[in-house]
């Protein structure tokens, strides 16, 4: 089975712009976190689809924003960047949304200049 | 109350030594405590989880220890071998709130030859 599939795998951005990402769960699985990851504040939730719902949202400003579609795919947007967003965004996924293991994409690298 | 605190920082270890990560929780509402493994340019891996029932679970060469009166956990690596060096993240989950993972701050594990 092929893993999480995250595209792209490097983005730059200027401050002010936008930017989506996009996130393919292993086949079969739906339930889609999403995860930001900087040296200073680690790893940290954003929010989680399942059934293309918002089950849970972390502590992020509403220019963070996702969705998911039918086919489980995900995708998160962020408005109106601001240097701090630069981060690596990480895309996990796991079959229903009882199950604890959740199972990581290599992530995103978003650098906002 | 959603903190995990993660120690060291960093740790370097010489093959076949044990290498111990500690973390300690302050939500008592936690009640998955897994371990994730990062090698750069990659997303977390599962390493081994556990329950707060149970003081100890071990798979190959890894345990995890867990108190819950002290709220602490660690991860043990038993015969360190250079592949092993990589970050390691502890983290707690409240089951019922989904994919919520809290992760701490992260352990750079170096195992020298």
């Known amino acids: 089975k092929a893993g999480v599939t995250q595209t792209p795998r490097y983005l730059i951005k200027t401050r002010g712009q936008q930017v989506t990402l996009s996130c393919s769960p292993i086949?079969?699985?739906?339930?889609v976190s999403w995860y930001q990851q900087t040296p200073g504040q680690g790893l940290q939730f954003l929010f989680e689809?399942?059934?293309?719902?918002?089950?849970n949202k972390g502590n992020f400003p509403g220019r963070f924003s996702g969705r998911q579609f039918s086919n489980s795919r995900s995708e998160m947007n962020v408005s109106t960047l601001e240097l701090g967003d630069s981060a690596l965004y990480l895309c996990?996924?796991?079959?229903?949304?009882?199950?604890?293991?959740?199972?990581f994409g290599p992530g995103t690298r978003l650098t906002v200049l | 109350q959603q903190q995990v605190k993660q120690s060291p920082q960093s740790l370097i270890v010489q093959k076949g030594g044990i290498s111990i990560i500690n973390c300690a929780y302050e939500n008592t509402a936690f009640d998955y405590f897994p371990w994730y493994q990062q090698f750069p340019g990659k997303g977390p891996a599962l390493l081994i989880a556990?329950?707060?029932?149970?003081s100890e679970k071990k798979e190959g060469r890894f345990t995890i220890s867990f108190n819950k009166s002290a709220k602490q956990f660690s991860l043990h690596i038993m015969d360190s071998q250079p592949g092993d060096s990589a970050t390691y993240f502890c983290a707690g989950l409240k089951e019922t709130s989904g994919s919520r993972l809290t992760f701490g701050e992260g352990t750079q594990l170096t195992v020298n030859p």
């Open positions: 086949s079969g699985h739906r339930s």
């Open positions: 689809y399942f059934s293309e719902t918002q089950r």
């Open positions: 996990a996924s796991k079959p229903l949304a009882e199950y604890n293991e959740q199972f």
């Open positions: 556990i329950r707060p029932d149970v």
